[in-house]
């Protein structure tokens, strides 16, 4: 059984650094085509893609965010951390991690997600 | 910022099809695989539909989905109650490479 949970600050001030981490079990790095992604949804808004690490440690990022990110992985903890720097208060959001299948081709769990809020 | 284009509200009483649209272009729905998911408010998104047409284990068949061209479309059929909540589609952008999702749609059971 697969399972992710989402864990980090519920508050941080607006220029500062954002460091989240996915927690996850039930499926290993040693899967060939897996992915760990971010996604968040601001309050009232749509998902918003952030950011992927594969299994083989590639990684893509949202074109719109990719010079304020960092997805990187710690397979001895199944753990994917992402960085999100120069914060804004419109990066307020709640933040989900999902495992990405690579038979389903498909976000197939999701984290609880994690709400993080951006205010001085 | 969302590339792909849904109508924001559909509506139906129970028992009623209701169709969601999700238009996007050649670089995203068009050579890529549309999902589909489903979200509760105040709760995590979860996947219905996978590889345009496909139902994950455990979906009921009253949720379809199909795709043609650059658009790709979530029915309900038979509504019931619980089927109240967001939906979004998704594919995959050669253009960005990465994910994209869609507005996202809001469907009320009446």
């Known amino acids: 059984q697969i399972t992710l949970k989402e864990s980090g600050p519920t508050l941080v001030k607006p220029t500062q650094t954002l460091t989240l981490t996915c927690t996850f079990s039930g499926f290993s790095f040693s899967t060939s085509g897996m992915s760990v992604n971010w996604i968040r949804q601001p309050p009232g808004k749509a998902l918003e893609w952030l950011a992927l690490i594969y299994w083989n440690e590639d990684q893509r990022y949202n074109p719109s965010l990719k010079s304020r990110l960092t997805i990187t992985k710690d397979p001895s903890k199944n753990q994917v951390v992402l960085t999100l720097n120069n914060l804004d208060p419109v990066d307020t959001a709640t933040y989900f991690c999902?495992?990405?299948?690579?038979?389903?081709?498909?976000?197939?769990?999701w984290g609880q997600g994690t709400t993080v809020t951006v205010s001085s | 910022q969302s590339v792909l284009t849904q109508p924001p509200s559909a509506s139906g009483t129970p028992g009623q099809r209701v169709t969601i649209s999700c238009s996007g272009s050649s670089s995203n729905i068009g050579t890529n695989y549309v999902k589909w998911y489903q979200q509760v408010p105040g709760t995590a998104p979860k996947l219905l539909i996978y590889?345009?047409?496909y139902r994950l284990s455990g979906v009921p068949d009253r949720f379809s989905g199909s795709k043609s061209g650059t658009s790709a479309s979530l029915a309900i059929s038979g509504l019931q109650s619980e089927d109240e909540a967001d939906y979004y589609c998704?594919?995959?952008?050669?253009?960005?490479?990465?994910?994209?999702f869609g507005t996202g749609t809001k469907v009320t059971v009446l």
């Open positions: 998704a594919a995959w952008d050669d253009s960005l490479n990465g994910h994209v």
């Open positions: 590889s345009n047409t």
């Open positions: 999902a495992h990405g299948s690579p038979s389903l081709d498909a976000f197939d769990i």
